[in-house]
Nanobody, 126 residues
Framework: QVQLVESGGGLVQAGGSLRLFCAAS????????MGWFRQAPGKERDIVAA????????YYADSVKGRFTISRDNAKNTLYLQMNSLKPEDTAVYYC???????????????????WGQGTQVTVSS
């Protein structure tokens, strides 16, 4: 069983920055692919970024490339998402997710992630 708890969301003006955190339980966090997804009202849940177990491979949605950075600290069981140059269209609930297939190369598909956090709201005002 894996528990994921997000934090760091909030209200920010366009052009601003936020850093999201995801604290994970369990002793095998370092073997999981981790991802950040987001869901805006009336829209599907979409991948934002993903990172493989070692942190050596990352994936970004085109809409956030160059603005967002995903990283992880396996010693602290923590996943991060640094969000810069935020836009109103980034407004959504952001979810942390774990794909617990050990030492897998990574996935951008929501259906491969088997544990999810409760989400944290990010609101970007224009």
């Amino acid at each position: 069983q894996v528990q994921l708890v997000e934090s760091g969301g909030g209200l920010v003006q366009a052009g601003g920055s936020l850093r999201l955190f995801c604290a994970a339980s369990g002793r095998t966090f370092g073997s999981y692919t981790m991802g950040w997804f987001r869901q805006a009202p009336g829209k599907e849940r979409d991948i934002v970024a993903a990172i493989n177990w070692s942190g050596g491979s990352t994936y970004y949605a085109d809409s956030v490339k160059g603005r967002f950075t995903i990283s992880r600290d396996n010693a602290k069981n923590t996943l991060y998402l640094q969000m810069n140059s935020l836009k109103p269209e980034d407004t959504a609930v952001y979810y942390c997710a774990a794909d617990t297939r050990p030492y897998y190369s990574g996935s951008s598909l929501a259906r491969t992630y088997d544990y999810w956090g409760q989400g944290t709201q990010v609101t970007v005002s224009s």
